[in-house]
């Protein structure tokens, strides 16, 4: 075939420098050929490109190491799947294979987990906004709902009321704990008494009984010593609850907010470098319960965590449909996925892989999706060799956020396989069509074209 004529350019060559933690990774764009055994080109020649490539092994092995990070130091954990982080069946039913609950933050999600088999008492109800009925059926089913304000509150003295029953609660905490900017928009503050002041109305008004406490201090925590504040505040503030009014506390929920294993844009530090192992905070957070429990007590501990465990356990591959320079001379490449799939493109440097050797000279390049919008961009300053239309490039990792928040906006959304310990491969979400997306569409008669 012949190539293309392209301008010649001037670009300095950088490659092979090392800066103090070896050398840069952009430098070194990994080959990647096949998933979990899979040839990546088999996967796109039997469904198509964009490709969402979810490993049955990695979210195992990451559930499970996560899950034993705290199961051996701490003899009552439990674990609550954040359904927003990926709530695809396939993944939920995964998870609650390995025993976790389900974490749910809307009237959408808990019908999800009901649908999916969970029961009520297996999970964990969060979220601002709980309407009366969907709030009223949780308690009916026996969901651990963890309280956002003062006026669900009211709503779960009325439902206990309805019911002619008391019902066990938990209030959700924010707090100080040295993250900023420090989320204060999500249950009772802590430190300014709103929530001792939520307690004493429950007491007041007799029908709720508080039975544990939650946090979520926020997401992609990097600090660990962030959660053992937080552990040390709920804990402290458990107690004066229990000896002041007689209530029990029957679990700590920590929320979730570990992060994956990815560089954040405007970071500097590699992810080796700047993310703190698992191990790390399950040290810290459960020495920070032995400090301030009190001998013999082991209340349940919940943890939520989403990201840390869905992330690296999916992959999206994507095909570039054409290249082009912009006025700068700067190489760009369009690819076949954009932020209406990746909506995680917005904070992360994604790793990115090439599914064939290439010959050239990297150069500092742009990968844009296919919308018509400017902030379409999932990579604005990667090093590339020139790749030729049809290349594949594989985005990792891709697995919370963006099967929740993609978006429908003038493409359809892609098949999503999962690839099994077996090396079978299912389809787990068949790619969108027109009669999918018409199908809530109603054209009143008046405005029927001839
Ligand atoms: C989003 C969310 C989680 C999961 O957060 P990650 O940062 O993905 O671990 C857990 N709990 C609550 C209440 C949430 O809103």
């Known amino acids: ?7 010649p350019v001037i670009t300095r060559i950088e490659t092979g420098f090392m800066n ?60 609550g799947w954040s359904y927003k982080t990926n ?13 976790a609950w389900a974490e749910v933050v809307s009237g959408f999600e808990y019908e999800k987990a009901r649908n999916l088999g969970i029961p009520g008492d297996k999970i964990i109800f969060n979220g601002p ?9 949780a308690v009916e089913e026996g969901a651990h709902i963890n309280i956002d304000h003062m006026d669900e509150l009211v709503d ?51 029908k709720l009984k508080l039975a544990g406490l939650h946090a979520h201090i926020g997401t992609f925590i990097l600090e660990p010593d962030a959660y053992a504040r937080a552990v040390e505040k709920m804990v402290q503030f458990g107690y004066e609850m229990e000896d002041t009014y007689g209530f029990k506390m029957e679990y700590i929920d920590i929320g979730g907010g570990f992060p994956s294993h990815i560089k954040l844009k405007g970071t500097y530090l590699p992810p080796d470098v700047a993310i703190p192992s698992i191990e790390e905070y399950a040290e810290k957070i459960t020495s920070a319960l032995y ?7 082991f209340p349940k501990l919940i943890l939520e ?36 799939l990746l909506f995680t493109a917005f904070w992360y440097k994604f790793n990115v892989e090439i599914d064939r050797e290439v010959k050239g000279m990297n150069e500092l390049s742009a990968i844009y999706g296919p919308l018509c919008m400017n902030i379409d961009i999932l990579d604005d300053g990667i090093m590339l060799p020139p790749l ?13 956020y963006n099967n929740t928040q993609w978006m429908q906006f003038i493409e359809y959304r892609p098949n999503v396989v999962i690839v099994t310990e077996e090396g079978e491969v299912h389809l787990v979400r068949e790619k969108e069509d027109l009669a999918y997306i018409e199908e809530k569409e109603r054209l009143p008669e008046k405005f029927k074209l001839e």
């Open 1 to 7: 075939m012949k190539k293309k004529y392209e301008k």
């Open 20 to 79: 103090k933690f070896g050398s840069s990774p952009y430098y070194s764009r990994r080959i990647r050929k096949e998933i979990d055994g899979v040839p990546v080109e088999e996967l796109v020649e039997k469904y198509g490109s964009p490709l969402f490539v979810i490993s049955e092994r990695r979210l195992r092995e990451n559930y499970r190491r996560i899950y034993n990070a705290f199961a051996t130091r701490y003899p009552n954990v439990q674990f």
């Open 87 to 99: 709530y695809l069946k396939t993944v939920c039913a995964i998870l609650h294979q390995e025993g």
């Open 129 to 137: 906004y709980k309407t009366y009925d969907v709030l009223k059926r």
């Open 156 to 206: 779960l003295e009325k439902i206990a009321e309805e019911l002619g029953r008391t019902i066990k609660v938990a209030i959700r905490l924010n707090m100080d704990t040295g993250i900023y900017p420090h989320w204060d928009r999500f249950g009772f503050n802590l430190e300014s008494g709103q929530a001792h002041d939520a307690v004493k109305r429950m007491v007041w008004g007799g």
């Open 291 to 297: 400090r301030n429990l009190r001998p013999g007590d």
């Open 305 to 340: 965590s989403g990201r840390a465990i869905v992330d690296e356990a999916e992959f999206l591959i994507t095909t570039v449909i054409a290249s082009k320079r912009l006025a700068d001379g700067k190489k760009a490449y369009i690819v076949d996925a954009g932020v209406n």
């Open 388 to 400: 030729e239309r049809g290349t594949r490039l594989i985005f990792f990792p891709v697995g919370a």
